[in-house]
């Protein structure tokens, strides 16, 4: 679709608590969607230049808001400090100026972690969150090569490094690639790019994304040197109601009509309960099973017995509640329940194996993650039966999981004992099952 070319947007500014000019834009009507930058290379006038397009697109679909972060573009230079806490307070301060109370984000690559801090913080106001080429924690994957040797030009030559840049991002358009490097050049310079880098490394959003509420869509750009699928994967799969998509897409053409599509598919109240299944979606299949409710029954009579089973519905759907997941269907025996993240999954299996270690009866759950088939509020499929049959091989009072979930869940604070590979009934292949408890 054809949208006329815009003038640049009227630059306003709004104060933070430590005193700092904050530049932003405010164009548009509809839905509050604020774009969270990342530091350094944010400049809020000439971003509606170099990303023409992407600005028409949602000025035309949303009330679109844009900011420079402290020490970049239209803001107060030079900033010393470019910590999360910083990077709050500068988010905050346009937020009240804007007067906005319920809003979507949207961010890329730097700017990620702090949206994502913003989701949490502000989780009932956030109704959708969409981020593309990013992570929660910069720590937790090593430096591509060419970033290391990007970081070894940038502090060699900063008119070379920005040049490079900027064809990196321009491919081979060359009037486009030198745009890019004069737009570099203009938000900020070498020193304070040096030091914004450095600050930026010392963000972990992994904490606070169990607080996060509203739908998140995660997307990963095919082929990214700068960021691996991997973490990607990791965020997405720690949300509550987190999506993973990954696109060819180097331009990065198609970002708005992501955002618009996602925004508009998932309009509902974040405050609600988690959304039913969706086709295609990744989700973590948590089953429990009541230790013998067969002679359980015989032993104590119907009416004892199914006050037991309503002691462990209770419990169940308790911490089902805490931890973001969706009950499925009762099983006569158990629960079936789904998950948007695997950690959560896990922590809510734990919370029911605590709450049930001192009752009469013991309860079995297992799980597995993957792409199920949803269909009429259930999900169906090959990983659906796995994780049913990872729940018939857990002991009473254990908590069993297969790799994927395992892998999943690494350095989230669990313990796992490797059970070795199992034969389950209707796989060929023996999967390897692993039991899980809280690290002491």
């Known amino acids: 679709m054809y949208h006329p070319r815009m003038e640049p947007p009227r630059i306003q500014y709004a104060t933070t608590s430590d005193g700092v000019s904050i530049a932003y834009a405010d164009t548009g009507e509809g839905h509050p969607l604020i774009f969270v930058p990342g530091v350094p290379f944010s400049h809020v006038q000439l971003a509606w230049d170099v990303h023409d397009y992407h600005h028409q697109v949602l000025a035309n679909k949303f009330r679109f808001i844009r900011y420079d972060p402290r020490g970049c573009g239209l803001s107060d230079r030079p900033a010393t400090d470019f910590s999360m806490e910083a990077m709050l307070r500068d988010f905050e301060a346009v937020r009240l100026r804007t007067g906005v109370e319920r809003f979507a984000l949207w961010s890329n690559h730097f700017g990620v972690p702090i949206a994502l801090t913003v989701a949490a913080q502000h989780a ?19 430096l591509p090569a060419v970033q290391r040797a990007a970081a070894a030009l940038r502090r060699m030559n900063w008119e070379l490094y920005t040049e490079t840049w900027g064809r990196a991002w321009g491919g081979y358009d060359e009037e486009l690639a030198k745009r890019y490097g004069a737009f570099a050049r203009a938000c900020c310079d070498g020193e304070t790019c040096e030091r914004a880098l450095r600050d930026l490394a010392n963000y972990n959003a992994e904490p606070v994304l169990a607080d996060i509420l509203a739908p998140t869509l995660v997307v990963q750009i095919a082929g990214h040197s700068g960021v691996p699928e991997q973490a990607s994967r990791d965020l ?28 508009a598919r998932q309009a509902r109240d974040p405050a609600q309960a988690a ?40 419990v169940v759907r308790t911490a089902l509640k805490a931890h973001g997941g969706e009950e499925v269907k009762h099983t006569g025996d158990g629960i079936m329940a789904s998950f948007a993240s695997a950690v959560s999954a896990v922590r809510a299996a734990l919370q029911v194996q605590r709450a049930l270690a001192a009752g009469e009866v013991r309860v079995r759950i297992g799980m597995n993650a993957g792409e199920p088939i949803a269909e009429e509020g259930d999900y169906f499929g090959s990983m659906v039966q796995l994780a049913a049959r990872v729940c018939d091989r857990a002991e009473p009072g254990q908590v069993v999981v297969t790799q994927v979930v395992r892998d999943l869940c690494r350095g989230k604070g669990f313990a796992f004992e490797d059970l070795g590979p199992a034969d389950l009934k209707g796989f060929a292949e023996p999967e390897r099952l692993f039991a899980v408890r809280e690290r002491a």
Not at 136 to 141: H, I, L, S, T
Not at 244 to 262: A, G, K, N, W, Y
């Open 124 to 142: 009932s106001s956030v109704t959708h969150v969409v981020v593309f080429d990013g992570w929660a924690n910069y720590r937790r994957y090593p």
């Open 236 to 263: 997405a799969s720690a949300l509550r109601f987190g999506e993973l998509v990954l696109v060819d897409d180097p331009s990065m053409r198609t970002q708005p009509e992501l955002i618009e599509q996602f925004i």
């Open 275 to 314: 959304p039913g299944p969706a086709a295609g979606g990744f989700r973590t299949i948590l089953f429990t099973d009541l230790e013998a409710s067969t002679p359980l029954t015989e032993r104590l009579g119907d009416e004892k017995a199914q006050e037991i089973v309503r002691g462990h519905n209770e």
